[in-house]
């Protein structure tokens, strides 16, 4: 099965609830009118891409409508998809790993899948030919370092860790300097699971950053938000206070084959200007890529 039919089953359930509502809206209209529109934009928070992301794509869908005088509903769902996937590139969403070595960074709350999507992203590199190692910066969840030289063996990754209630900063250190050492491609750092409100925890996360700032200067830094889909609307959140501790160059989406939910995705660029850099689609390893806006809207709709 190719990536674009992967994503395609994977946004499966996104699609029923949006692709086969708007189908359904447009056959039902045979003029464009206000009427339509607010059918379509009911459609669309219905889909989880929330209502200020709404209200824009409802915005640029008309202005688009009157300056091509399209006058059949149905040509309209073409218009649509123009205007999504040009939200969702609306800022760079081309992973920046052309240094070497380059450093992916993972954060996020617990259960939203980094350590998975660490493994997968070694995965994804390895297969590649690139030289791969771990930080496993997460020190406070009892076996964690343990669970991720699992995948370390399992995808032919090195790893750096350390003990468990070590100073996860230090972890951090340790991997980019054996990175340069070792001639690694590509530095990919797991950390600990942490809420917004745990103010050391954050405060940790700040330490984290800015020793992979100092370290990996002049490298290329990916600083990556993992988000469970299946959370929807409470992705954004996370999004924002996260946002405040470390410069965050984009998001990972996994569980995407599980939810509904899938149109976050455009309210994370729309309303965080966040671009959405990877998106996992499944559990295998290879259910992992990164991400294309073109694509991601044609598996909506089509």
């Not at 996937?85 to 996020?108: F, Q, W």
């Not at 090195?158 to 590509?186: C, E, H, L, W």
């Not at 992705?235 to 501790?245: S, T, Y």
Request: glycine residues 8%; contains cysteine.
């Amino acid at each position: 099965m190719g990536f674009f039919e992967k994503i395609k089953k994977g946004l499966s359930k996104t699609k029923s609830a949006l692709g086969g509502t708007l189908d359904s809206v447009l056959s039902a209209f045979g003029v464009i009118n206000d009427d339509l529109y607010d059918e379509l934009e009911e459609a669309l928070i219905m889909a989880d891409i929330g209502v200020e992301t709404t209200l824009k794509i409802i915005s640029d869908l008309k202005l688009r409508v009157r300056e091509k005088k399209i006058k059949d509903a149905q040509a309209v769902k073409e218009e649509l998809k123009l205007v999504m996937t040009d939200m969702l590139e609306s800022r760079e969403c081309t992973v920046a790993l052309n240094t070497k070595p380059s450093v992916i960074l993972l954060i996020g709350v617990n259960g939203a899948g980094k350590t998975t999507t660490a493994a997968k992203l070694a995965h994804l590199y390895i297969s590649r030919g690139k030289k791969v190692i771990f930080g496993a910066a997460d020190t406070f969840r009892a076996a964690a370092g343990e669970q991720l030289e699992t995948w370390a063996k399992r995808v032919g990754a090195d790893i750096i860790k350390s003990a468990q209630g070590a100073d996860p900063a230090s972890v951090v250190f340790d991997t980019v300097n054996a990175a340069k050492a070792r001639d690694a491609d590509i530095v990919i750092c797991d950390t600990a699971g942490r809420l917004h409100n745990k103010v050391n925890l954050m405060n940790e996360l700040k330490k984290i950053y800015k020793v992979i700032s100092a370290q990996a200067a002049g490298c290329d830094i990916e600083s990556l938000l993992v988000l469970d889909a299946t959370t929807g609307q409470n992705a954004l959140n996370q999004a924002r206070e996260f946002n405040k501790v470390t410069d965050l160059t984009g998001a990972v989406l996994t569980k995407l084959d599980g939810t509904a939910k899938g149109g976050m995705a455009l309210a994370l660029m729309c309303e965080h200007g966040l671009p959405i850099k990877y998106i996992g689609v499944g559990e295998q390893m290879d259910d992992m890529q990164e991400f294309n806006a073109r694509v991601f809207v044609n598996a909506l709709f089509d």
